[in-house]
C-alpha cells in the first residue's frame, strides 16, 4: 500500500502552459508539504498544510497555488509555466507537527518545461 | 533563518568499511535532525532522526550524533554494503515553526565491492 502518492510522475508541457500536480496520502496524517528539488538535488519546502490550512508558505512565485480539499490531498497548481520550473515536485506528509516530526515523502512528480 | 552546510559533496568508500556525513546548522533553536537517503529515480526515504534533547542514537549499522553546543550532527554507517550507495540528506527544523526542514545540499556516497 502506497503511504504517499503523487500522480503524474512524469509531466512534459511547453512554456506559457497551466498545469497540476496531485498528492494523496492515507497515512491519516495532518500535514502535508510541497517541495522542490532543482536540478543539483537540492530540496527546498514550498508550502505546508495543516487541517487544509496553510500554515508554511515560502518565497515562491504566486503562479504556484496549493489546494487542500481534505487533509489527505494536497494539489499543486501552476500557471504560466517557465523553463525555470522545471525539477523533480515531492509531495509529503507528516502528523500533528506539535506530536511527531516525521515526515514521509511520496516518489516525485518531474516537471520538464519546453 | 536557518542554513544547514553538509560534507563532502561526494564520498567513495570501500564495502565493509564505515562513512561518516557531517552537517552543521546555523539556528540555535532548531531541535529536530532527520537523515534522509534518496535512490535513483525516488523519493527521500527517512532512515534516522535525532531531537534536540538527545546526543545519539543508534539503528543497526546506522548512527546520529549531535553536539548541540557546536551545531553539528553526523550519520555514521558501519559496514557500508552496496545498497547503501545513494545519495544522503541531512535536515534541520524548529517544530515551532510548522516543522519546516531546511536541507543540506546533499552527500552522494558511493560504496564500491
Known amino acids: 500500500d502506497t503511504a504517499v502518492s503523487q500522480t503524474p510522475k512524469y509531466l512534459v508541457t511547453q512554456m506559457g502552459n497551466d498545469k497540476s500536480i496531485k498528492c494523496e496520502q492515507n497515512l491519516g496524517h495532518d500535514t502535508m508539504y510541497w517541495y522542490k528539488q532543482d536540478s543539483k538535488k537540492f530540496l527546498k519546502i514550498m508550502f505546508s498544510y495543516n487541517n487544509k490550512e496553510l500554515i508554511i508558505n515560502e518565497t515562491v512565485p504566486n503562479r504556484f497555488s496549493p489546494k487542500s480539499p481534505d487533509k489527505a490531498h494536497l494539489n499543486l497548481h501552476i500557471n504560466s509555466l517557465e523553463l525555470g520550473d522545471s525539477a523533480v515536485y515531492f509531495c509529503?506528509?507528516?502528523?500533528?507537527?506539535?506530536?511527531?516530526?516525521?515526515?514521509?515523502f511520496g516518489p516525485g512528480t518531474r516537471l520538464t518545461v519546453t | 533563518g536557518e542554513n544547514v552546510e553538509q560534507h563532502p559533496s561526494t564520498l567513495s568508500v570501500q564495502e565493509g568499511d564505515s562513512a561518516v556525513i557531517k552537517c552543521t546548522y546555523s539556528d540555535s533553536a532548531s531541535n529536530y535532525f532527520p537523515w534522509y537517503k534518496q535512490e535513483l529515480g525516488k523519493g527521500p526515504q527517512l532512515i534516522i532522526d535525532i531531537r534536540s534533547n538527545v546526543g545519539e542514537k543508534k539503528d543497526q549499522r546506522i548512527a546520529v550524533t549531535l553536539n548541540k553546543t557546536a551545531k553539528h550532527f553526523s550519520l555514521h554507517i558501519t559496514e557500508t554494503q552496496p545498497e547503501d550507495s545513494a545519495v544522503y540528506f541531512c535536515a534541520a527544523s524548529i517544530w515551532e515553526y510548522g516543522n519546516k526542514l531546511v536541507f543540506g545540499a546533499g552527500t552522494i556516497l558511493r560504496v564500491k565491492s
Open positions: 509529503a506528509s507528516s502528523q500533528d507537527p506539535q506530536v511527531q516530526y516525521e515526515q514521509y
